[in-house]
């Protein structure tokens, strides 16, 4: 069973599962969870908690004799494991076997980052998942966006404006523990309901968080608008435009050979293998590869060089400059009038 964090604790009044998988980006809504499972979980006598960190050097012993303890004891117990990124043959025959242990009287919860397809239809957690409940704790879409920040201001007692909503989601696009911050401070303030963009203006501290990796995934779906307010708040963090670069490049990499591919008549599938592209990007690539023809790409790789120039110049600003052109360039496959270059 998958359950999403805005209907968790609706879900748990039903009564405890066996086992809960709480995996995601997003440290605001594991911690959540986490912390709601086990006030649920105390309150049903389960008293004594183990959490364990599964890296090189754990006794996995330990783990085994806190889920065998209660026999001895009596006591209900809930044993946390969290998971490394990376699970080998080793961690998944272990997590099997505790799998195997679990009874009325022992709640599991496994708790990590993201899964990718291949973990998420492995044996372990297949196993798990039919007797258990999924929690994907992940940063919400752009467009769901706005629905959990309006239910966050309710769950401090606040109304908001759509618009004010709006204007929280994008100062803090990406820092979700931020923008919960921000608004329970604001019930301190007791301001005027409903909340006003004014109001927020004249209140809170932007602190947008992005990562590169959320500045690609915008720029292959073609949302060159997001991907520039992306783009400032990188600068702002501190950023160098060198790593953006890098990241850009590789990006770009891919992004011709896949398209050569495509005038050649090639399957994309082996390439993508080869590639090492995970399954849950390659819908994203293909509808990129559709959007910009080959041309563009070319264009692309001539702002990619006047980017490495400036670098190799330490100019900043144009450095900055060529990053947003290139951003608007992945709007679509209209050529774009290329800015005059800096001179030397």
């Given at each position: 069973?998958?359950?999403y964090?805005?209907?968790?604790?609706d879900?748990?009044k039903?009564?405890?599962?066996?086992?809960?998988?709480?995996?995601?980006?997003?440290?605001?809504?594991k911690?959540e969870a986490?912390d709601?499972?086990?006030?649920?979980?105390?309150?049903?006598g389960?008293d004594?908690?183990?959490?364990?960190?599964?890296e090189?050097g754990?006794?996995?012993?330990?783990v085994?004799?806190?889920?065998?303890?209660?026999?001895?004891?009596?006591?209900?117990q809930?044993?946390?494991?969290?998971?490394?990124?990376?699970?080998?043959?080793?961690?998944?025959?272990r997590i099997?076997?505790?799998?195997?242990?679990?009874?009325?009287?022992?709640?599991l919860v496994?708790?990590?980052?993201?899964l990718?397809?291949?973990?998420?239809?492995?044996?372990?957690?297949?196993k798990?998942y039919?007797i258990g409940?999924?929690?994907?704790?992940?940063?919400p879409?752009?467009?769901?966006f706005?629905?959990w920040?309006?239910?966050r201001?309710?769950?401090?007692?606040?109304?908001?404006?759509?618009?004010?909503?709006?204007f929280?989601?994008?100062?803090?696009?990406?820092?979700?523990l931020?923008?919960s911050?921000?608004i329970e401070?604001?019930?301190?303030l007791?301001?005027?309901?409903?909340i006003?963009v004014?109001?927020?203006?004249?209140?809170i501290i932007?602190?947008a968080?992005?990562t590169?990796?959320?500045?690609?995934?915008?720029?292959?779906?073609g949302?060159?608008?997001?991907?520039?307010?992306?783009?400032?708040?990188?600068?702002?963090?501190?950023?160098?435009?060198?790593?953006?670069?890098?990241?850009?490049?590789?990006?770009?990499?891919?992004?011709?050979?896949?398209?050569?591919?495509?005038r050649?008549?090639?399957p994309?599938g082996e390439?993508f293998?080869?590639?090492?592209?995970?399954?849950?990007?390659?819908q994203?690539?293909?509808?990129?590869?559709?959007r910009?023809?080959?041309?563009?790409l070319?264009?692309?790789?001539?702002?990619?060089t006047?980017l490495?120039d400036?670098?190799r110049?330490f100019?900043?600003?144009?450095?900055?400059?060529?990053?947003?052109?290139?951003?608007?360039?992945?709007r679509?496959?209209?050529l774009?009038p290329?800015?005059?270059?800096?001179?030397c």
């Amino acid at each position: 069973m998958r359950i999403y964090p805005e209907q968790f604790a609706d879900h748990l009044k039903a009564g405890l599962r066996p086992c809960y998988l709480v995996f995601g980006d997003e440290p605001l809504l594991k911690q959540e969870a986490i912390d709601v499972i086990r006030q649920v979980a105390r309150k049903q006598g389960f008293d004594e908690r183990h959490s364990f960190v599964v890296e090189p050097g754990l006794d996995w012993n330990q783990v085994y004799d806190a889920c065998q303890a209660l026999s001895l004891f009596s006591t209900r117990q809930l044993i946390e494991l969290e998971l490394p990124a990376k699970l080998d043959k080793d961690i998944a025959a272990r997590i099997t076997e505790i799998g195997k242990q679990l009874h009325p009287d022992l709640l599991l919860v496994l708790s990590g980052g993201r899964l990718n397809q291949t973990q998420m239809k492995s044996a372990w957690f297949d196993k798990l998942y039919q007797i258990g409940t999924h929690v994907p704790v992940n940063h919400p879409e752009p467009r769901f966006f706005p629905r959990w920040m309006g239910a966050r201001f309710q769950r401090f007692g606040l109304k908001a404006m759509p618009d004010a909503v709006n204007f929280m989601c994008h100062a803090y696009e990406g820092n979700l523990l931020a923008a919960s911050q921000e608004i329970e401070k604001l019930t301190l303030l007791s301001p005027p309901q409903p909340i006003t963009v004014a109001y927020l203006q004249e209140t809170i501290i932007r602190h947008a968080h992005f990562t590169p990796f959320q500045l690609i995934d915008c720029l292959l779906e073609g949302k060159v608008n997001r991907a520039q307010r992306i783009l400032l708040a990188l600068r702002a963090e501190g950023t160098e435009p060198g790593m953006l670069a890098w990241t850009l490049c590789r990006e770009l990499e891919q992004l011709t050979e896949l398209s050569l591919a495509m005038r050649a008549g090639q399957p994309l599938g082996e390439h993508f293998s080869r590639l090492r592209i995970w399954q849950s990007r390659q819908q994203l690539i293909q509808q990129a590869l559709i959007r910009l023809p080959f041309a563009k790409l070319q264009q692309l790789w001539q702002l990619m060089t006047r980017l490495d120039d400036a670098q190799r110049r330490f100019d900043t600003e144009q450095a900055w400059l060529m990053l947003q052109t290139m951003a608007l360039g992945f709007r679509d496959g209209t050529l774009l009038p290329l800015p005059e270059t800096s001179p030397c």
